[in-house]
């Protein structure tokens, strides 16, 4: 849906106090409507308020240091409520009911937002937050200025695709790699999977092991885990002497140590008692032997460790790091020509600065590289059964290692040195083990040898079920973990996937949409230059295809191709560019606000120059003229091209009103709103506030004096519109009275003998009480009383030129100082 | 999913909001249950909002719980000792 703009009503805000009586400024939507106002009158201050509607900002006062405290001067220093408040009445362009929008910022910068039909305003303003809806001479020259990065996003607004940049940024921003996985702790988990992997691998040779010692035969292919365990227990149940201890328990049930009992009450002793502890001792050092890390990982970890050493020496720290990437966006930029200058210290090498600190950062690449590989590996290696084993092997005096080496590779400085360390105590861990491991068995073997066979085969079965049980419960417990794992690392797999299709998707439907909206603003962009212009001059905007940069460059200067438009083009010209970019874009991608608000964008422009951009909005791009185009706003100080607005003001396409007033007090418009402006004068006169009034008797003293001279069609000098507003009424009331004295002299003048002396009274009277002094900046000298009875003479002066037509009919201008009607 | 076989266009003739809808089903059909998850989001990060990606991936990665997951069969352990080697 879009919309026009039919009504400003601003208060309290930036230069306009209207406090009660906010300044009303109505616009027609089938006309082009210019707003003219002298320095410091408040029309800035419109463009501004308008400004902050849309965006919640006026970005010159945010700028400004702390210190300024920009935010304090959104609001009017006058306003006794310490309130501003503007708001906008919107029309449907399809037709409708208009709506009123009106925001609210109070002394605090609170922000209020409500909409006279209850929708929801912050939406709606959103929506009409254009690029190209509030435009002025600054835009312009940052659109030049800016590095194609900026302009090139600044253009995704103004082709209407903002919006998707921003949404593509952000889906790249989700789907970026390195982030998700440092998010989701890839790495780590992968490492864990590993490590579990190995696990259950050690559990099912374990298995395999014990089955094998207790059944007597190998696990079949097929054999479910529960199938080995109703084998193992049939096993231990047909032994006689521990078939008691079997009855009615599951395999997982049956105590081995109650089983051991048996056979020692069978035939006690203490070697018996001493096997049983061997065979499980045993088992234990075989499992802490397979737990320790294998010596190839260890290699790996030494490996790595080396080689994130190396990696690490050839970089400088973070610093050095921020240095490098900083440079880098900065060289890679377009705009920064010569890739051999440095941005720091403006010295000129032999070389590329950006290839330069490219290979730097790829140097701090290689060492993230491969700590994540350290990471993975070091995941797989079980710490804390490395801990226990080096705890039970531990020589007097030898200080533990495997803590302190986990914490370094936890917090990332691990090195080197450290993993030879580790890779040596591991391997002293192994074989002092293997060393225990082999003086039971030779224990074991020689108690077997004094032992009776039967019960010695018992208790090794006893010891073998014993192992199996563990070995089944390990590997059901590792695998169960594994499953978890697995499936969330599948989940990761499959939102990672999910992440870097949609982002792939819609920044390929982006690049399209930005291409052909590009290859359709560029011609326009081109007609409208053409025709502000009239030069030998083509400008061209152009992007890579994937990349968010705009370039702009002149296809033609006078017959010469392919140049640089910021090296060649006059700030005139420049700023020509870029308004005809921007009107071509919002001719061609309007959105929701049907309408410009354009505040003295012709500063930089010649007068021929600025009718040539006046024409180029009202016939080729605004409405009434074209028909679908938007409704334009102008605001403008210059008194030139206020003879301009003035000339098409009369037609039927244009509107053009002027403002005056001061911060202080208020900001009217002088057309359809006279009678208000005298009535705030008489306020203040009343009052005894001359100060606030002398301004104000001026704008009421030059519209009558102007309304004479439109109404009675009596002619001016052509410089008089360039008269500043000290001199400006003097010089209306000098040709208003040359013009009298004319017509008299010629025995022509139409007004009526006592009218005539009634001018003179008039204008002694406004020239001794006022002219005098507001011409020479005397307002000190300005008397209340003398005022009011200045208002009253301005009437009695206007009043001298008309006349009544017929008896109780009102009173009308002469159509001329010499025709009465 | 299979690598990206995805096509969207934005239509110019659509305004940004019916444009996003479109890409909402499209992110549906590449994966249901994500994309619901993803397509809320959608207006805010287009309106240029900080994006807090954390927040996001933790609610998409909330959205990939199967529904019914498949209960464990009772009385199983994890399998024979070859069959998940």
């Known amino acids: 849906m879009s919309w026009f703009l039919e009504q400003i009503e601003i208060e309290g805000f930036r230069g306009i106090n209207n406090a009660g009586a906010p300044l009303e400024l109505k616009f027609h939507t089938d006309k082009v409507n210019s707003v003219f106002a002298p320095n410091g009158v408040g029309k800035s201050s419109i463009f501004e308020a308008v400004t902050y509607v849309l965006t919640g900002a006026i970005p010159k006062l945010d700028a400004l240091p702390p210190a300024e405290r920009g935010a304090s001067y959104y609001l009017n220093r006058f306003h006794p409520a310490g309130l501003g408040t503007v708001s906008l009445m919107l029309r449907p362009a399809m037709g409708g009911a208009s709506l009123t929008v009106t925001v609210t910022r109070d002394q605090n910068g609170t922000r209020t937002v409500a909409t006279s039909d209850g929708r929801d305003g912050n939406e709606l303003l959103a929506e009409l937050n254009r690029e190209f809806v509030v435009l002025d001479a600054k835009t312009f020259q940052n659109f030049i200025d800016e590095t194609p990065l900026n302009r090139g996003r600044s253009f995704s607004g103004l082709l209407g695709l903002g919006s998707y940049s921003a949404l593509r940024q952000a889906l790249q921003a989700l789907s970026h790699t390195r982030a998700f996985n440092n998010h989701f702790e890839v790495s780590a988990k992968t490492g864990r999977k590993r490590l579990i992997d190995a696990h259950i691998t050690q559990a099912r040779n374990n298995i395999r092991a014990s089955y094998l010692a207790l059944v007597g035969e190998e696990v079949g292919a097929a054999a479910t885990n529960d199938e080995l365990r109703a084998k193992a227990h049939a096993i231990l149940h047909n032994i006689p002497l521990i078939q008691p201890k079997c009855d009615g328990k599951s395999f997982d049930d049956i105590s081995p140590d109650d089983c051991l009992a048996c056979v020692r009450d069978a035939e006690g002793g203490p070697d018996r008692e001493r096997l049983g502890k061997l065979l499980q001792m045993e088992t234990g050092w075989n499992d802490a032997i397979g737990a320790l890390p294998p010596a190839e990982l260890m290699a790996e970890l030494v490996e790595l460790a080396r080689e994130r050493d190396a990696a690490l020496e050839k970089t400088q720290g973070d610093a050095f790091l921020r240095l490098y990437r900083l440079t880098e966006e900065i060289t890679a930029q377009d705009d920064w020509h010569d890739k051999n200058a440095c941005p720091a210290c403006d010295r000129l090498g032999d070389t590329s600065v950006l290839e330069h600190v490219r290979t730097k950062v790829a140097l701090y690449d290689a060492v993230t590289n491969v700590s994540e590989r350290l990471t993975r590996a070091s995941a797989t290696v079980d710490w804390d059964r490395l801990a226990a084993g080096e705890s039970t092997t531990k020589r007097d005096g030898e200080i533990p290692l495997v803590g302190r080496v986990k914490q370094t590779v936890a917090g990332g400085t691990f090195t080197e040195a450290l993993a030879l360390e580790l890779q040596a105590r591991a391997a002293a861990v192994r074989e002092r083990a293997a060393e225990r491991l082999a003086a039971m068995r030779a224990e074991k073997e020689e108690l077997e040898k004094r032992l009776p066979p039967s019960l010695v085969a018992v208790t090794e079965r006893i010891e073998a079920a014993r192992r199996l049980q563990s070995a089944l419960k390990s590997e059901e417990t590792s695998s169960a973990e594994l499953k978890v794992l697995v499936a969330e690392l599948d989940r990761i797999e499959r939102l990672k996937s999910f992440l870097d299709n949609a982002s792939s998707a819609f920044a390929k439907a982006e690049a399209e949409a930005s291409a052909r909206r590009l290859a359709a603003v560029e011609p326009l962009c081109r007609e409208f230059f053409e025709n502000i212009i009239f030069e030998p001059v083509i400008p061209a905007i152009s992007k890579r295809a994937g990349a968010e940069d705009l370039l702009i460059s002149l296809a033609n200067f006078h017959d010469l191709q392919g140049l640089s438009a910021q090296s060649l083009l006059s700030e005139s010209y420049r700023n020509a560019f870029a308004i005809s970019v921007y009107l071509a874009a919002a001719a061609l991608y309007g959105g929701s606000a049907k309408f410009l608000l354009l505040d003295d964008v012709t500063s930089s422009l010649d007068a021929g120059h600025q009718f040539h951009l006046m024409e180029v909005i009202r016939t080729r791009f605004s409405r009434p003229d074209t028909a679908n185009g938007p409704q334009v706003i102008i605001l403008s100080h210059d008194t030139l091209l206020e003879k301009y607005f003035n000339t098409n003001g009369s037609t039927a396409g244009w509107s053009h009103q002027r403002i005056e007033g001061t911060p202080r007090t208020a900001v009217l418009p002088q057309s359809n709103a006279v009678n208000r402006v005298r009535d705030a004068t008489m306020a203040l006169l009343n009052a005894g506030n001359a100060q606030d009034a002398a301004p104000r008797i001026r704008q009421y003293l030059e519209y009558k004096l102007e309304e004479i001279i439109i109404s009675c069609r009596i002619p001016v000098p052509m410089d008089i519109a360039l008269s500043d507003d000290k001199h400006m009424a003097a010089y209306l009331l000098r040709a208003i009275d040359a013009q009298v004295k004319l017509h008299t002299s010629a025995n022509s003048l139409v007004l009526e003998p006592a009218q005539v002396q009634g001018l003179n009274l008039a204008v002694a009277t406004i020239t001794a009480n006022f002219i005098a002094h507001w011409s020479t900046g005397q307002a000190q000298a300005f008397a209340p009383g003398a005022l009011l009875g200045v208002m009253q003479a301005i009437d009695n002066y206007a009043d001298c030129f008309k006349f009544e037509p017929n008896p109780g009919a009102g009173r009308k201008y002469y159509r001329s100082l010499s025709q009465q009607q | ?85």
Request: no cysteine; hydrophobic share 50%; net charge negative.
């Open chain 2, 1 to 85: 999913m299979a690598k990206n076989n995805y096509v969207f266009a934005i239509d110019d003739t659509l305004g940004t909001s019916d444009n996003l809808a479109a890409y909402a089903q499209l992110l549906e059909a590449m994966d249901a249950p994500l994309g619901a998850a993803l397509s809320p989001y959608l207006a805010s990060l287009a309106a240029g909002q900080p994006v807090d990606t954390a927040a996001i991936w933790d609610a998409l990665y909330a959205a990939t719980v199967p529904a019914n997951p498949d209960p464990a069969p009772p009385g199983d352990g994890a399998g024979g000792v070859e069959s998940a080697a």
